[in-house]
């Protein structure tokens, strides 16, 4: 018999899933017997590139990549938001883009979290606070470091402070953070 032209079997390897002694009766007669057989569970590693746009939040992540804090501000009546919105929430008027990082900015409140999502996990305990900026009518929710999560005190409020930047920017909104304004 010639020999084939092209393969005609998968080169095997052991990379990935390896599984061994998976149950399966020993009687080929005896199939229906697989019914009662416990689910196969099997754990391995997933990755996806997610690709997505930042949209119409792009200027504030281009804000915090190059030190600064934007948010946005109603032109027709002044409200201003620390947290961006394209639109104001009251006129529906499209926002303009105003510079936070030298106003004045003080700690309206705060919480120690004892917990945290898997990229907080590791840094637990943590202070969120919400930081008031003069003259803006929103608050803006960050990380407070600087002070000692173990040994918080209601003096936190009212307290100044002012932002800090990842040196190398992940384009997310923890690129800013804020510590007390003495540090």
Not at 8 to 20: A, K, L, N, Q, S
Not at 37 to 43: D, E, M, Q, S
Not at 123 to 137: K, R, W, Y
């Amino acid at each position: 018999m010639p020999e084939p032209k092209f393969s005609t079997r998968i080169p095997e390897t052991e990379d990935g899933r390896v599984i061994f002694n998976v149950p399966f009766p020993a009687d080929p007669e005896d199939l229906q017997s697989v019914k009662k057989l416990a689910p196969i569970v099997l754990k391995q590693p997933y990755h996806v590139d997610y690709i997505f746009s930042l949209g119409q939040d792009s200027p504030f992540f281009a804000g915090l990549a190059n030190k600064r804090l934007l948010g946005t501000r109603d032109p027709q009546t002044g409200y201003t938001y620390s947290t961006p919105r394209g639109h104001d929430m009251a006129t529906g008027n499209e926002t303009d883009w105003v510079d936070l990082t030298e106003r004045k900015a003080t700690v309206h409140t705060f919480t120690v979290c004892h917990f945290g999502s898997e990229e907080f996990l590791p840094e637990t305990p943590f202070v969120l606070a919400l930081i008031a900026f003069e003259g803006a009518d929103t608050l803006f929710l960050s990380r407070l470091l600087g002070v000692d999560p173990n040994a918080a005190t209601a003096d936190w409020i009212g307290m100044e402070v002012q932002p800090r930047f990842r040196r190398l920017s992940k384009f997310k909104p923890t690129d800013v953070y804020f510590v007390p304004a003495s540090s």
